[in-house]
């Protein structure tokens, strides 16, 4: 398997513009997660999806972030609109739950630049 | 609201030492610790996974333990070389399938 795939591997546009950022989970996967990454925060988690559907969005900063899963193997995250504080590296994680376990998968993210 | 510690933040060590990372959590109700390695540039790469019920886990020349009621985990790295070089995260989850909850990382560096 190819592992968890983003695209585009960067972004940089002007504030004000819509981003949409995309991910591809493993092929079997059941939960998939965003999560941000920034100097001063670190790791957080925005929304994580189960079978398609939204479980946990508390993590969304503002109504200007949405994310969707419209099948199993894509989901995007959109940004709109964009601010310059916005700026970190977005990573999208899968997972199947099994007996318990549910070890997560990430892929290489996508950093993003708002100027 | 759970709250995941990492020291120390930075460490550099020379090639062959054997060392222990520290991790530790506020909410000892979890379900799942994991520990996972971040290069520079790069996505995260899963170390291992410890499950609440289990005490430890080892893959190669890593071991890392979990002490649930006193909120700690440790990763300890034998032998150590150059290409362990990297920023090593621990993650807690609430739940099997929760997102997690990670700390800073601690940033190694192995002299070669």
């Known amino acids: 398997d190819a592992g968890v795939i983003q695209s585009p591997r960067h972004e940089v546009t002007e504030m004000g513009q819509e981003v949409t950022l995309r991910c591809k989970p493993i092929?079997?996967?059941?939960?998939l997660f965003w999560y941000r990454q920034t100097m001063m925060r670190g790791l957080e988690l925005l929304i994580y999806?189960?079978?398609?559907?939204?479980?946990?969005d508390s993590g969304m900063p503002e109504d200007r972030f949405s994310a969707k899963m419209p099948n199993a193997s894509f989901s995007t995250l959109k940004i709109q609109p964009s601010e310059p504080r916005d700026s970190a590296v977005y990573f999208c994680?899968?997972?199947?739950?099994?007996?318990?376990?549910?070890?997560?998968?990430f892929g290489p993210g996508t950093r993003l630049t708002v100027t | 609201k759970q709250e995941v510690t990492q020291i120390p933040a930075a460490l550099s060590v020379p090639e062959g030492e054997n060392l222990v990372l520290n991790c530790s959590f506020t909410?000892?109700?979890?379900?799942?610790l994991q520990w996972f390695r971040q290069d520079p540039g790069k996505g995260l790469t899963s170390l291992l996974l410890?499950?609440?019920?289990?005490r430890e886990q080892t893959s190669g020349r890593l071991n890392a333990s979990l002490d649930k009621s006193s909120g700690r985990s440790t990763l300890y790295i034998a032998a150590s070389q150059p290409g362990d070089s990297a920023t090593y995260l621990c993650?807690?989850?609430?739940?099997?399938?929760?997102?997690?909850?990670f700390g800073k990382g601690t940033h190694l560096i192995i002299q070669p």
């Open positions: 410890i499950q609440s019920s289990q």
């Open positions: 993650a807690v989850s609430r739940g099997g399938a929760d997102g997690l909850t």
């Open positions: 999806f189960n079978n398609n559907v939204p479980i946990d």
């Open positions: 092929s079997g996967h059941d939960y």
């Open positions: 909410d000892s109700a979890i379900y799942n």
């Open positions: 994680a899968s997972s199947l739950e099994d007996r318990g376990l549910c070890e997560q998968y």
